[in-house]
């Protein structure tokens, strides 16, 4: 065994072993990452076939190293050149995509590509079928393939010939290029194109001469040709993404980066241990089944908590001149609240303050809520708050409240009918203040500022009078605290998360901009510069015009939405009719703002659709609407603003985004006939 392990073509075949399967890993991680996140460039996708070639060849490769004849031999060395066939036609398909890029356009570069497919396929049928391209397997340990046929030498002439042809043409791309940056990309490209064809040219050595060269002076030959590969296969798929990529570096960076710690270095290392493991049947006692099955665990686990320990530094290296503000980014990612999150909290300031105060009913009303007020959580039967609710005017309560700071500062209030207590105590030197009515306790809860009402907490009033201990106050006033806070946070937040949803497409529109102006003459660019009505000031205004001739009028039939790449889209699926067109895009936009689960029409939840639904699809009148909502005539119409501004939001996703997900009009508005009602 000794000797065996001090044999340097021994460890050169094992480390090529290992490195070949670790090409395989990489290269399909590559493959599925194109898919991922750059499947709609051209660029991308000859890339992606590249890849595959390279997984075909080095897969063979791999299995080639288990095989013990050549029976067994056989059928991987046949399925190898699958990607040594294709690997021409591949690169001259690659170099063209990138050449057209640059606005280099050539219908005889393309016919090129398709014959060199074509071509590919024969020569996958002269090699499977055939001793003219490869003929007489030979095979020993670590080394098999098939040896060169008579015309081999066709194979040769072409394989090189397409080899130089397309670095020629990745060269001229890189000339046509203006900018440094646009140069340096092209420069990556150019240095690591040829790694793919080192893939190949081992096995083209081999089989012209089998026995030319010694074992151990080829698996040194192969183990620094993987090692280049690997790392011209990365550089090359980092290129790729940004030329075709709408995303900024930084996060071309993030995901390709962390594909390759959390998924490939994985792989790797799980591969690396099935192969370090002595072939026995049991090891240290046990089945080498049960060691296998405990080291490939721990790796996972382990690797994943150290990634996740390493993140902050490995973040700080990849984004070192941003690192400050991606700093900013995680926290701020860390601390966001949900909606979820926002009643979950409720929820539990609510459960603790009603123990302490040793009462069964208790609510948290969000005055400050973007969809209009609503009730964020609630404890005990639904019913007494239900009532509690019913009975109170919270716009008289909170004036009330305004009423009582105005007219007695420097006082605590606590309202209960006819007494009021007017103490100084801690209650009101912490800005609070209790109300009671309907066996309730109030207390409006505010900004940090004390001058806007953010929410109203309700607890069941467990007596008449005023009778919290010292002790009790403490507890009550800092629960409130912050509860106070979590509504500002989250009213915060919200006007946050508004202002980026009405700068997010133009954000979109600069990073497709930044990557077509780098190359010059892009075929693209004219598309990517148009003005699209989503761009327009009055692009809401448009909307709610077209929504209200849903059913028909000028002011669907001649609106400006018609320009619409979604719009244009669905012409097919609606007889060519443009406003039957229109219709179905903004049908499919109301439908998106259905809330999961069953209809209701008196939750905050299902409003937005709601009133869309009701206002433009059925075109009930507004009266009607605000009786069926339990709702004023003066709200409704507020909360119609906010659902036509959200239909407009979506409609401007759904440009940005490139397409309408199989745009049909709503379910309850399948007919193109107007109800009966308008």
Not at 136 to 143: N, T
Not at 210 to 232: D, E, H, W, Y
Not at 279 to 306: D, F, W, Y
Not at 495 to 501: G, N
Request: glycine residues 6%.
């Amino acid at each position: 065994m000794e000797s065996v392990l001090t044999n340097p073509t021994y460890i050169l075949g094992r480390l090529n072993e290992l490195l070949s399967s670790a090409i395989v890993i990489l290269a399909f991680s590559l493959f599925v990452y194109m898919f991922a996140y750059n499947v709609r460039s051209s660029l991308g996708r000859a890339f992606a076939v590249l890849l595959a070639c390279v997984c075909f060849t080095y897969a063979g490769d791999v299995a080639l190293f288990k095989v013990s004849n050549l029976d067994e031999a056989k059928f991987w060395l046949q399925f190898q050149w699958i990607g040594i066939a294709f690997m021409p036609a591949a690169y001259l398909h690659f170099s063209d995509v990138l050449l057209r890029t640059t606005n280099a356009i050539s219908a005889r570069r393309r016919f090129a590509v398709l014959v060199a497919y074509f071509f590919g396929f024969l020569l996958i049928l002269l090699a499977i079928r055939t001793q003219y391209l490869v003929r007489d397997p030979f095979h020993s340990p670590g080394m098999t393939q098939f040896r060169a046929g008579p015309f081999f030498w066709v194979f040769t002439c072409y394989f090189y010939t397409t080899l130089l042809w397309g670095a020629y043409k990745v060269y001229y791309a890189r000339q046509r290029c203006l900018t440094s940056g646009a140069k340096q990309r092209m420069t990556y490209l150019a240095v690591s194109f040829v790694a793919p064809a080192l893939g190949v040219y081992p096995y083209m050595l081999i089989a012209n001469n089998p026995s030319a060269l010694p074992n151990s002076f080829m698996f040194g030959t192969l183990f620094l040709v993987n090692i280049g590969i690997a790392v011209m296969l990365v550089i090359m798929a980092y290129s790729v993404v940004f030329f075709g990529g709408l995303s900024p570096d930084r996060v071309i960076k993030h995901n390709l980066i962390h594909l390759l710690l959390r998924g490939t270095l994985v792989a790797v290392l799980v591969i690396s241990i099935i192969q370090a493991l002595p072939q026995r049947e049991r090891l240290l006692g046990v089945p080498r089944e049960m060691i296998l099955a405990t080291s490939i665990v721990s790796v996972i686990v382990i690797s994943q908590l150290l990634i996740n320990q390493l993140k902050p530094f490995i973040d700080s290296i990849i984004f070192f001149k941003d690192k400050d503000e991606v700093q900013w980014f995680t926290e701020l990612d860390r601390r966001l609240l949900t909606t979820t999150d926002l009643q979950q909290a409720l929820e539990n300031i609510l459960i603790v303050l009603c123990e302490i105060l040793r009462v069964r009913n208790g609510f948290i009303y969000n005055l400050a809520a973007r969809q209009g007020p609503r009730l964020e959580t609630q404890i005990g039967a639904g019913h007494v708050v239900e009532g509690a609710l019913s009975n109170l005017d919270v716009n008289q309560l909170v004036s009330e409240k305004n009423g009582y700071e105005h007219a007695q500062p420097g006082t605590d209030h606590f309202d209960s009918g006819d007494h009021k207590d007017n103490r100084q105590d801690e209650i009101h030197r912490n800005g609070l203040h209790f109300i009671s009515q309907n066996g309730f306790w109030f207390v409006i809860l505010r900004n940090k500022a004390r001058d806007r009402s953010l929410g109203l907490l309700g607890l069941e009033a467990r007596t008449d009078g005023f009778d919290l201990t010292p002790e009790e106050k403490k507890t009550t006033i800092l629960l409130l605290k912050r509860a106070e806070q979590a509504l500002e946070d989250r009213r915060l937040q919200q006007e946050i998360f508004t202002a980026l949803k009405n700068i997010i497409p133009e954000i979109e529109r600069v990073q497709r901009m930044r990557t077509a102006v780098s190359y010059v003459g892009a075929p693209n660019l004219a598309s990517l510069t148009e003005e699209s009505p989503i761009h327009k000031k009055d692009f809401t205004k448009w909307v709610r015009e077209a929504l209200s001739h849903y059913w028909g009028g000028p002011k669907l039939s001649r609106s400006p939405l018609l320009n619409l790449r979604v719009v244009q889209e669905a012409l097919s699926s609606n007889d060519g009719n443009a406003s039957k067109a229109l219709r179905a895009v903004l049908g499919e936009a109301i439908e998106k703002q259905r809330p999961d689960g069953e209809r209701h029409m008196a939750t905050a939840e299902w409003l937005i659709y709601n009133i869309l639904d009701l206002k433009f699809i059925q075109g009930m009148r507004v009266r009607d609407i605000a009786q069926r909502l339990a709702m004023s005539e003066a709200d409704l119409y507020r909360k119609q603003r906010l659902a036509i501004e959200e239909v407009a939001r979506t409609l401007s996703e759904m440009e940005t985004n490139g397409h309408a997900n199989g745009v049909v009009p709503p379910s309850n508005s399948a007919s193109n006939v107007p109800p009966d009602s308008i």
